[in-house]
Structure formats: C-alpha cells, structure tokens
C-alpha cells in the first residue's frame, strides 16, 4: 500500500508529474481532419478524443475498462447546522450504493463503467474546522493513501465522485482559502434555507480566519479545511496522473477536493476533464479559477459521481463517431478543396 510519509513526501509526488503523449493527441487529429464532415464541425467532440488519446498514449483511445469510484466521508462541521441532512444520510447512501438504488448506479450501468464505493471512517468524522484542523497531517495522509490506491492501473478512464453530508461547506473553504474572496464559493448544498446558508458562510469566515497561518500552503488548506473523501479524491486523482490515466470530474465537491494540486504544479489537471456544471453556485467560478470547461450543463447537483457519468456517454459517442465514421476518401466523398 502507498503511504506518503509526510506533507514533503506528498508534495514531491505532485510535482513529479508526467506528460501525456503528444503524437497520439496528433494522429487523433489528423484522423478527425480527414473525416466525411466540415473541419471542426464536432466541436469538443473531437477534442475530447484527443485527450483521451494523449493521456492513454494510444491513437485510437478505447472505453473498454472506465471506472466510477465515489467516495464517501463525515464531516464534524455538519454540528454548526449548515446541511438541510442529518451525517447519518452518509452512511445510509453508502448502503444505498451498495443495493444498487442510488442514481449514479443507474448511470454506471448504462455508461457501462464499474461503480466502487469507498466508505473512509464514517463512524469518525472529520473534526468541527472552526475549532481545530478537519484532519491533523496523518489522517490526511492516510485519507489521500487511500485514494491513490483506491484507482486500478489497467483503467482506460476514471470518473471520480463523492458522498458525504456537510462536504459542500468544506468544498466552499477550502475553494476560498485557495483562490480568495471569502465565503464566495457558498452555496445551498442540499437544500439550507437562507438562514442556514448565513450560518454556512458564517462558518467558513470563521475557519479562514482560524486557519490563517496554513492558507500558504496548499495542502495544509486541504488538510485543514476539507475531509476525508476530498482527500482520497486528492490521492486518486494523483494516482491517475502518474498512470497517465484520464480522469473525469464530477462537481463542486470533487473540483474543490483536486483544485490544491492545481496550486501546487500548473499542469497537474491536464489530465482531467470536468464533466458538468453543477447547479451548486460555487462550481462555476472554481472551475474558472482551474480553467476547466465544463462538457455539459444540465442543471445537476446530486453529487455521487452523477454528472460525470453522464459525460462518459458524450465520451462514449465522441469515440464513436471517430472510429466508426468513413474518412472522404474511404468514402469516395469529395472534400473541401484546399
């Protein structure tokens, strides 16, 4: 098992990062030119197989193997009121997961990906952030750990998700503590009302303040300010780097939880593909911050890994059409001159 030693042993392993492959990304492109339709005339689809092919380091990429990993953590901050749900929910919706009556199984099955649930301590929730750090430096590390070796080498795609009540407050700290403007990234989560969406806000000024002196480095923001399943999707999210396996984003919670490594090295999400847009009012200008173009935008904010399943299908039909459809000259079609 992976165990980063320490914060300096973590940091090392975000810095070493490898490229893709540019020469697959290229053939991707001279294919896609030379197919019976306009120049560019798919958009993003066609940019969406490139990435593939660069982070697979193959030309045509293939879907045979995607996995879905969701990651599911309590939060000691649910005390101060600011989610419309009991923690309790957390472990129930792992259990839901488990019988198969969630939404993201419904969505994992017709995307055709493997769906794994990664329960992290839930009977031990995260500490109240406004009082003391979520996590002290060895559960983090041992929350990140995990992450890393939750992901399957042999993938051809990870989609990563999450569960976990209160996580939506700790997604919008540690999204102010990196890119400033206070309790900005706050939104209603599950449903607050506007009196719990105060306290929300509330609660995040306070953790910033308290946690002042660690707002220099990206991981003590993590560390302090987020939970356990951010931090395993942290780590898996990393593991997917050093595979070179590429990686779908589900929403807020889930950019939030890799925007540290974006801190940390420049090019540390090229490998990631934000799925959707949440509805949840943060995501936006996080994913603006990070650069991140979402694909879709369907008003979602179910979390689990929902959005970002719903993309592998965009995914699914984007390397579709670029192995299934017939170049012009295949075709015996003319093409534009010039």
Same mark, same amino acid.
Request: glycine share 8%; proline share 9%.
């Given at each position: 098992m992976t165990r980063f030693a320490s914060f300096d042993d973590l940091r090392m392993a975000c810095l070493d990062l490898p490229d893709g492959d540019p020469e697959a990304a290229a053939k991707v492109s001279r294919r896609?030119?030379?197919?019976?339709?306009?120049?560019?005339?798919l958009g993003r689809l066609e940019e969406v197989v490139a990435w593939l092919a660069r982070w697979q380091g193959r030309s045509p990429p293939r879907l045979n193997n995607i996995e879905i990993l969701v990651f599911a953590g309590n939060h000691g901050v649910t005390a101060k009121g600011v989610?419309?749900?009991?923690?309790?929910v957390t472990a129930q919706m792992v259990n839901n997961f488990a019988s198969g009556g969630a939404a993201i199984n419904q969505l994992a099955h017709v995307a055709g990906a493997e769906l794994r649930v990664v329960a992290l301590s839930l009977e031990t929730p995260t500490a109240d952030f406004t009082e003391s750090p979520a996590l002290n430096e060895d559960e983090f590390l041992d929350?990140?750990?995990?992450?890393?070796?939750?992901?399957?080498p042999e993938a051809d795609l990870v989609v990563l998700g999450e569960m976990g009540i209160g996580n939506t407050t700790a997604a919008a700290a540690v999204s102010a503590a990196l890119f400033g403007g206070g309790s900005r990234f706050a939104g209603h989560g599950t449903g607050i009302d506007d009196a719990g969406l105060k306290r929300k806000r509330d609660v995040i000024d306070q953790a910033l303040t308290r946690h002042a002196d660690a707002l220099n480095d990206p991981l003590g923001?993590?560390?302090?300010?987020?939970g356990r399943e951010l931090a395993a999707i942290l780590g898996a999210c990393l593991a997917a780097r050093h595979a070179c396996i590429p990686t779908v984003l589900d929403g807020f919670v889930c950019t939030a939880a890799v925007a540290p490594l974006a801190k940390l090295h420049t090019g540390a999400l090229d490998h990631v593909l934000?799925?959707?847009?949440?509805?949840?009012?943060?995501?936006?200008? +996080? +994913?603006?911050?990070?650069?991140l173009p979402p694909l879709l935008d369907l008003d979602m904010r179910l979390g689990e890994g929902s959005g970002a399943a719903v993309?592998? +299908?965009?995914l699914r039909a984007?390397?579709?059409?670029h192995t299934g459809m017939a170049t012009f000259a295949d075709a015996q079609v003319t093409d534009k001159p010039g």
């Open positions: 896609e030119a030379a197919l019976t339709k306009p120049p560019r005339s989610s419309a749900y009991p923690p309790e929350a990140v750990s995990s992450g890393y070796d939750s992901l399957s923001v993590a560390a302090s300010l987020g934000a799925g959707h847009l949440s509805s949840e009012s943060g995501h936006r200008p +996080l +994913l603006q911050e990070l650069g993309a592998v +299908l965009v984007a390397l579709a059409c």
